[in-house]
Protein backbone atom coordinates (compact mmCIF):
# COMPACT_ATOMS: atom_id res chain seq x y z
CA UNK A 1 0.00 0.00 0.00
CA UNK A 2 0.96 3.77 -0.10
CA UNK A 3 3.07 4.71 2.74
CA UNK A 4 5.25 1.57 2.97
CA UNK A 5 8.90 2.01 2.37
CA UNK A 6 11.55 -0.68 2.41
CA UNK A 7 15.03 0.30 2.35
CA UNK A 8 13.77 4.09 1.84
CA UNK A 9 12.46 3.01 -1.67
CA UNK A 10 8.53 3.55 -2.23
CA UNK A 11 6.77 0.05 -2.36
CA UNK A 12 3.06 1.24 -3.05
CA UNK A 13 1.25 0.12 -6.07
CA UNK A 14 4.05 -2.40 -6.60
CA UNK A 15 3.08 -6.62 -6.32
CA UNK A 16 5.38 -8.38 -3.69
CA UNK A 17 7.68 -9.56 -6.63
CA UNK A 18 8.52 -6.20 -8.29
CA UNK A 19 8.83 -4.72 -4.83
CA UNK A 20 11.36 -7.57 -4.54
CA UNK A 21 13.32 -6.81 -7.40
CA UNK A 22 13.73 -3.33 -6.48
CA UNK A 23 14.62 -4.32 -3.22
CA UNK A 24 17.35 -6.52 -4.13
CA UNK A 25 18.64 -3.91 -7.11
CA UNK A 26 19.57 -0.97 -4.13
CA UNK A 27 20.79 -4.41 -2.19
CA UNK A 28 23.47 -5.82 -5.30
CA UNK A 29 24.65 -1.83 -5.45
CA UNK A 30 25.16 -2.06 -1.77
CA UNK A 31 27.41 -5.05 -1.88
CA UNK A 32 28.88 -3.75 -4.65
CA UNK A 33 29.57 -0.78 -3.50
CA UNK A 34 30.75 -1.83 0.56
CA UNK A 35 34.39 -2.76 1.39
CA UNK A 36 36.84 -2.89 4.65
CA UNK A 37 40.10 -1.54 3.80
CA UNK A 38 43.48 -2.27 5.39
CA UNK A 39 46.00 0.56 4.89
CA UNK A 40 49.49 0.88 5.93
CA UNK A 41 52.48 3.72 5.20
CA UNK A 42 49.77 5.10 2.23
CA UNK A 43 49.40 1.42 0.69
CA UNK A 44 45.99 0.48 0.74
CA UNK A 45 44.12 -2.94 0.41
CA UNK A 46 40.43 -3.38 -0.55
CA UNK A 47 37.80 -6.32 0.34
CA UNK A 48 34.48 -6.55 -0.68
CA UNK A 49 31.29 -7.41 0.42
CA UNK A 50 30.66 -9.06 -2.44
CA UNK A 51 33.96 -11.59 -2.20
CA UNK A 52 32.51 -13.05 1.51
CA UNK A 53 29.34 -14.97 1.72
CA UNK A 54 26.67 -12.64 2.78
CA UNK A 55 22.61 -12.99 3.08
CA UNK A 56 19.47 -10.17 3.54
CA UNK A 57 16.82 -10.83 5.08
CA UNK A 58 14.78 -9.82 2.45
CA UNK A 59 11.87 -12.21 2.45
CA UNK A 60 10.71 -11.61 6.41
CA UNK A 61 11.06 -7.62 5.84
CA UNK A 62 8.23 -8.35 2.83
CA UNK A 63 6.03 -9.84 4.83
CA UNK A 64 6.09 -7.31 6.92
CA UNK A 65 5.45 -4.67 4.47
CA UNK A 66 2.70 -6.54 2.72
CA UNK A 67 1.03 -7.12 6.54
CA UNK A 68 1.10 -3.16 6.25
CA UNK A 69 -3.15 -2.70 5.89
CA UNK A 70 -3.97 -6.29 5.81
CA UNK A 71 -4.70 -7.01 9.37
CA UNK A 72 -7.86 -7.09 11.31
CA UNK A 73 -11.70 -6.32 10.33
CA UNK A 74 -12.34 -4.13 7.23
CA UNK A 75 -12.94 -1.49 9.40
CA UNK A 76 -9.38 -1.44 10.33
CA UNK A 77 -7.80 -2.26 7.55
CA UNK A 78 -8.95 0.96 6.17
CA UNK A 79 -8.22 3.11 8.95
CA UNK A 80 -4.47 1.72 8.58
CA UNK A 81 -4.52 2.06 4.84
CA UNK A 82 -5.07 6.13 5.35
CA UNK A 83 -2.79 6.36 8.06
CA UNK A 84 0.17 5.09 6.38
CA UNK A 85 -0.70 7.96 3.52
CA UNK A 86 -0.36 9.91 6.53
CA UNK A 87 2.18 8.16 8.77
CA UNK A 88 4.57 6.01 6.73
CA UNK A 89 6.09 2.82 7.50
CA UNK A 90 9.67 2.56 6.98
CA UNK A 91 11.01 -1.41 7.30
CA UNK A 92 15.06 -1.52 6.14
CA UNK A 93 16.42 -5.10 5.29
CA UNK A 94 19.67 -6.46 7.19
CA UNK A 95 22.89 -8.22 5.76
CA UNK A 96 24.45 -10.96 7.17
CA UNK A 97 28.34 -11.21 6.30
CA UNK A 98 30.36 -14.56 7.06
CA UNK A 99 33.99 -13.17 6.06
CA UNK A 100 35.50 -16.14 6.44
CA UNK A 101 36.60 -16.74 2.82
CA UNK A 102 38.72 -14.01 3.20
CA UNK A 103 40.85 -15.02 6.48
CA UNK A 104 44.07 -16.51 4.69
CA UNK A 105 44.34 -13.57 2.03
CA UNK A 106 44.04 -10.87 5.02
CA UNK A 107 46.67 -12.93 7.27
CA UNK A 108 48.93 -12.94 4.29
CA UNK A 109 49.12 -9.53 4.57
CA UNK A 110 51.56 -9.50 7.30
CA UNK A 111 54.03 -11.64 6.00
CA UNK A 112 56.30 -9.41 3.84
CA UNK A 113 56.14 -6.76 7.03
CA UNK A 114 57.52 -9.57 9.13
CA UNK A 115 61.38 -9.00 9.83
CA UNK A 116 63.45 -10.80 12.19
CA UNK A 117 65.64 -9.35 15.24
CA UNK A 118 69.35 -9.29 14.92
CA UNK A 119 70.95 -10.72 18.18
CA UNK A 120 73.98 -9.16 19.53
CA UNK A 121 77.61 -10.93 18.61
CA UNK A 122 80.71 -11.41 19.22
CA UNK A 123 82.75 -10.99 16.51
CA UNK A 124 86.47 -11.49 18.04
CA UNK A 125 89.30 -9.78 19.76
CA UNK A 126 92.30 -7.82 18.20
CA UNK A 127 95.41 -7.57 20.38
CA UNK A 128 96.80 -4.80 18.28
CA UNK A 129 94.27 -2.57 19.47
CA UNK A 130 94.44 -0.82 23.36
CA UNK A 131 93.34 -2.11 25.67
CA UNK A 132 89.78 -2.33 26.86
CA UNK A 133 88.83 -1.72 23.11
CA UNK A 134 90.13 -5.37 21.89
CA UNK A 135 86.59 -7.05 21.83
CA UNK A 136 84.43 -6.21 18.63
CA UNK A 137 80.83 -6.47 18.87
CA UNK A 138 77.76 -6.69 16.08
CA UNK A 139 74.41 -4.26 17.45
CA UNK A 140 71.68 -5.92 17.99
CA UNK A 141 68.80 -5.43 15.55
CA UNK A 142 64.90 -4.44 16.59
CA UNK A 143 62.72 -6.52 14.46
CA UNK A 144 58.90 -6.30 13.70
CA UNK A 145 56.06 -8.24 13.10
CA UNK A 146 52.17 -7.79 12.56
CA UNK A 147 49.71 -9.49 14.59
CA UNK A 148 48.17 -11.25 12.25
CA UNK A 149 45.73 -12.73 14.16
CA UNK A 150 44.58 -8.99 15.80
CA UNK A 151 44.76 -7.84 11.74
CA UNK A 152 41.82 -10.19 10.77
CA UNK A 153 39.99 -9.85 13.70
CA UNK A 154 39.59 -6.38 13.26
CA UNK A 155 38.62 -6.90 9.62
CA UNK A 156 36.28 -9.29 10.28
CA UNK A 157 34.78 -7.14 12.91
CA UNK A 158 34.04 -4.33 10.41
CA UNK A 159 32.07 -7.07 8.00
CA UNK A 160 30.49 -8.45 10.65
CA UNK A 161 29.58 -5.15 12.09
CA UNK A 162 29.06 -3.52 9.21
CA UNK A 163 30.78 -0.62 9.60
CA UNK A 164 32.72 -1.16 6.38
CA UNK A 165 35.84 1.20 8.16
CA UNK A 166 39.48 1.39 7.17
CA UNK A 167 41.98 -1.02 9.42
CA UNK A 168 44.97 0.69 10.04
CA UNK A 169 47.71 -2.28 10.14
CA UNK A 170 49.65 -1.87 13.18
CA UNK A 171 53.83 -3.29 13.29
CA UNK A 172 55.85 -3.99 16.55
CA UNK A 173 58.68 -3.99 17.70
CA UNK A 174 60.41 -7.08 18.67
CA UNK A 175 63.40 -7.04 20.36
CA UNK A 176 66.83 -9.19 20.29
CA UNK A 177 67.14 -12.18 22.62
CA UNK A 178 70.61 -10.85 23.25
CA UNK A 179 71.54 -7.31 23.93
CA UNK A 180 74.85 -5.43 22.99
CA UNK A 181 75.37 -3.67 26.75
CA UNK A 182 74.35 -7.25 27.77
CA UNK A 183 76.68 -9.18 25.68
CA UNK A 184 79.30 -6.87 26.46
CA UNK A 185 78.82 -6.97 29.96
CA UNK A 186 79.09 -10.33 30.40
CA UNK A 187 82.07 -10.61 28.14
CA UNK A 188 84.79 -9.03 29.96
CA UNK A 189 88.59 -9.38 31.56
CA UNK A 190 88.59 -12.36 33.94
CA UNK A 191 92.07 -12.59 34.83
CA UNK A 192 95.37 -11.08 33.95
CA UNK A 193 98.71 -12.68 34.48
CA UNK A 194 102.38 -11.65 33.30
CA UNK A 195 105.46 -13.95 32.80
CA UNK A 196 108.42 -12.15 32.59
CA UNK A 197 111.05 -12.73 29.04
CA UNK A 198 114.39 -13.27 30.13
CA UNK A 199 116.11 -14.12 27.26
CA UNK A 200 115.51 -10.90 24.86
CA UNK A 201 117.13 -12.13 21.60
CA UNK A 202 115.09 -12.09 18.33
CA UNK A 203 114.48 -15.40 17.17
CA UNK A 204 113.09 -16.02 20.84
CA UNK A 205 110.57 -12.81 20.79
CA UNK A 206 109.39 -13.92 17.15
CA UNK A 207 108.13 -17.05 18.09
CA UNK A 208 106.74 -15.66 20.88
CA UNK A 209 104.82 -13.02 18.72
CA UNK A 210 103.66 -16.01 16.29
CA UNK A 211 102.50 -18.13 19.30
CA UNK A 212 100.32 -15.32 20.62
CA UNK A 213 98.79 -14.01 17.62
CA UNK A 214 97.82 -17.82 17.44
CA UNK A 215 95.93 -17.92 20.98
CA UNK A 216 95.06 -14.27 21.23
CA UNK A 217 91.01 -14.11 21.01
CA UNK A 218 90.31 -17.87 21.47
CA UNK A 219 87.07 -18.10 22.25
CA UNK A 220 86.28 -20.73 25.08
CA UNK A 221 82.49 -22.47 26.00
CA UNK A 222 82.11 -23.21 29.49
CA UNK A 223 84.09 -26.90 30.27
CA UNK A 224 86.16 -26.37 26.86
CA UNK A 225 89.39 -26.67 27.14
CA UNK A 226 92.21 -24.40 25.75
CA UNK A 227 95.19 -26.58 24.07
CA UNK A 228 98.42 -24.47 23.47
CA UNK A 229 99.69 -27.13 21.11
CA UNK A 230 97.07 -27.10 18.70
CA UNK A 231 96.19 -23.66 18.74
CA UNK A 232 99.66 -22.92 17.37
CA UNK A 233 99.69 -26.23 15.56
CA UNK A 234 103.61 -27.08 14.65
CA UNK A 235 105.95 -24.86 15.20
CA UNK A 236 107.84 -24.63 11.94
CA UNK A 237 110.04 -22.84 9.98
CA UNK A 238 107.40 -22.42 7.28
CA UNK A 239 104.88 -20.38 9.58
CA UNK A 240 108.04 -18.20 10.33
CA UNK A 241 109.37 -19.75 13.74
CA UNK A 242 113.28 -19.82 14.54
CA UNK A 243 116.06 -21.32 15.97
CA UNK A 244 115.94 -20.24 20.01
CA UNK A 245 117.03 -21.59 23.37
CA UNK A 246 112.77 -21.81 23.94
Request: hydrophobic share 40%; aromatic share 8%; glycine share 6%.
Amino acid sequence: YEGVFVDDLPLGGLTRQEARDRIEAKQRQTVESSAVTVEKDGQRWQFGVAETSYAFDTEAVLDDAWRQGREGTDAERLSAIEQLKQIPVSLYTTIQIDPSALEQRVRDLALPFEKAPVDAAYLGYDVTKPDGERLSFSPDVTGERVDADALWAAVRDEFVNRTFGTVVMEVQQVEAAVKLEDLQNRLKLVRRWYSVIKDHSKPRLTNIQIASAAISGKMLEPGQVLSFNEATGQRTAEKGYQVAHV
